[in-house]
């Protein structure tokens, strides 16, 4: 059977790591790359017999590409610290290790979960990701706040989800709101990207009407529209931002985004 690691990305993760590493116990690695924790994340990480590597966070992308070639085996679960490996999952990674996966890269569904409300519609409820591929055949591009995994060839599926828990607080959704818009800005000035009066005004509303029309986030109700409006205005501050560090004030041009 080849051999798996586990890579969990955290910063402050004490209320979401223990049931995350619990998920992945059966992995034959826990590698957590951590961006200097303040709070009791690396005692829960050292619970489970983790190992730990830290580095100053750059960006999404940076931070996985920096710690994938480190992992002591070739296959790679990535998992943020507020996922979770369905028993489903687990099981049919092991069955696939076991028997040599013949893709080199594998798309998991994600079910997400937004202040305890499953999510079936609009962009969340049609979640598909590259989380399961080989360490040293592919590799993560920067695409937003968060990083797209980069194939070599078409990748496979693998049944059951990765189970996605957003947000525990207000407090949550906004630290993480000002962290997202500000790591997609600088990725965009990063790439000389312009902000415009079109962007700044028509990205947000195509966005709101994608998700609430096209991709029927009203059949969530309530919570699919606080979502499709929340995501219409993560666009426009993001676009804001960009504006804001070509007129006003740059961003450190010495950081990797």
Known sequence: MKKITALIPTFNEED?????LASVAWADEIL????FSTDNTLDIARQFGARIIQREYGSHASQRNWAIPQAENKWILLLDADERVSPELKENIQTLLNNNPDNQAYIISRKNYFFGHEINHGS????RIVRFFHRDRNRIEECGHHGDVILNQKPGVIAGDIIHITYRSLDDYFRKFQMYTTEGAKVLYSKNKKSSIIKLVFSPVWRFIHMYIIRLGFLDGLPGLMICVLSAFYVFTKYFKLWYYHNISAPDKNKKY
């Open 16 to 20: 979401n790591l223990r049931d995350c």
């Open 32 to 35: 957590v790359v951590d961006s």
């Open 124 to 127: 969340w409820g049609h979640d």
